[in-house]
């Protein structure tokens, strides 16, 4: 994997200087503004609009709340998998942070905690990627807007210096990959578990709003009846 790591004219070396090189005309309180969105606003917005779609979905049919909750519940397993995946494969391609092989990048966000001295493939674009397309599976309007905030985490994450553009693609190609793949079995096993959940009269607040399902029902049958009074 040596060849991943080499530096040299190449696109990868090139955008990461144009990207990370706007932070040196760009004022302190903007590159203290990305650093603190890359780090933590993305993901928090990327949890907030899952609670979104989530309180959303409980306000439809009993059948479109369970497959959309099921989903939901899938989206953070999902990016704690490919978050687990993605440990052995940075030993395996050990590729060193960019500022450890290139010289004049503007370094703005320190890369701390465990493998923390290899960059592909990015943590950050993984575990947005995997949230942004699992909200997708729920509802595309509002995955749209998860898949922006995730390519959006990618760009700060190179503009920060910590991260390749190739280390973001990566990232982003994991997320989606077992999300996506993985997603099969694991509605299957969770389909269940959440009409279960639904038919609860307590813990059925999780997937669908009191008294949405019965609404409908008790309308209609209303309507017989006020028939009869009128006549």
Known sequence: MAGLTTGGPNVDVSLLYRINGLAHRAPDWFDRGVAFIGGYGIPLALVLLLLWCWHGARRQDESTAAEAFASLVWAPLAAAVAL???????????RPRPFAQHDGLDVLAGATGP??????????????MALGIGVFLANRRLG??????????????????????????????????????LAPPAMALLSPLVRAVARSPRAGRLVRAKGRVLARPVELAQRPAESDLAA
């Open 84 to 94: 687990l995946v993605n440990v052995p494969l940075r030993e395996f391609v050990a």
């Open 115 to 128: 493998g923390a001295g290899w960059s592909f493939v990015s943590d950050h674009a993984t575990l947005t």
């Open 144 to 181: 749209l807007v998860g898949i922006a905030l995730a390519l959006a985490e990618g760009l700060c994450r190179v503009y920060l210096g910590v991260h390749y553009p190739t280390d973001v693609i990566g990232g982003f190609a994991l997320g989606t990959a077992v999300v996506l793949l």
